[in-house]
């Protein structure tokens, strides 16, 4: 699925799906762009010719930056912030509804949404450039919507910490102590050659089998369709304070020079 600024694709080879999306803004994550990953996760999550997915984004700079500055500052009603924000609970539920193994490649630098997404994946191999950090705050929103999947992977108290030092960011090392990778690697090469070695082994694996894993593993979400909305509620109303578009401008500016 393409747009005029990024695009969600799928491919599908010897029982391996590769989901990869892109958006020229650090691979941000606007509406469209939401919409099509949560369909693609939700097709081919119940393709049988696929065994195991990959998640990925293009480029070798940052993983995702998040919700699109351009869109926040679009919205214009508590409906329509909702709207917006409930992307991210559909991404999310999509993943964790999903019957097959997520594997997700993070190879740089992910904001917000996209430590989000990072969260949600059943097994993230990262580089040691994949530190994160989640900037809700500092634009007086808050982590809401990924905040459930943030918590599942790292505990409450990590989690805080860094909904909380919303501006700091957090070194993969500190990523994958706290849970957040299960791997780390120095570079994009070793990294994929893990993802594509595990993905091997998985494509062969039972799926049934990995289907009830995957049910144990996220036991405890089955509630995650009404709560994620409810959170995006929340953000879709703080998204409209005078506080939060003077903050984004900042950041826009900041961008910009």
Known sequence: MQHPEGYVRSEIEHGIATIEFYHPSSNSLPAAILNDLARTINDIGID????????????????????????????????????????????????????????????????????????????????????????????????????????????????????????????????????????????????DDSIKALAERLAHSSPDAMASLKKVFWQGTENWDTLLSDRAAVSGRLVLSEFTRNAINKFKAKAVK
């Open 48 to 191: 049988e010719r696929v065994r195991v997915i990959i998640l990925r984004s293009a480029g070798d700079r940052a993983f995702c930056a998040g919700a699109s500055f351009d869109e926040l500052v679009a919205i214009s009603s508590e409906a329509e912030g909702k709207k917006f924000f409930s992307g991210f609970a559909n991404v999310i539920n999509a993943m964790r509804k999903c019957h097959k193994f997520i594997i997700g490649r993070i190879h740089g630098k992910a904001v917000g949404g996209g430590v989000g997404l990072a969260s949600a994946v059943d097994y993230a191999i990262a580089t040691e450039n994949a530190a994160v950090k989640l900037s809700e705050l500092a634009v007086g929103i808050g982590p809401f919507v990924v905040g459930p999947a943030v918590e599942r992977k790292i505990g409450l108290s990590s989690f805080s910490q860094l909904a909380i030092d919303a501006s700091e960011w957090r070194s993969a090392e500190w990523a994958k102590k706290h849970g957040l990778y299960a791997e780390l690697h120095v570079s994009v090469e070793e990294m």
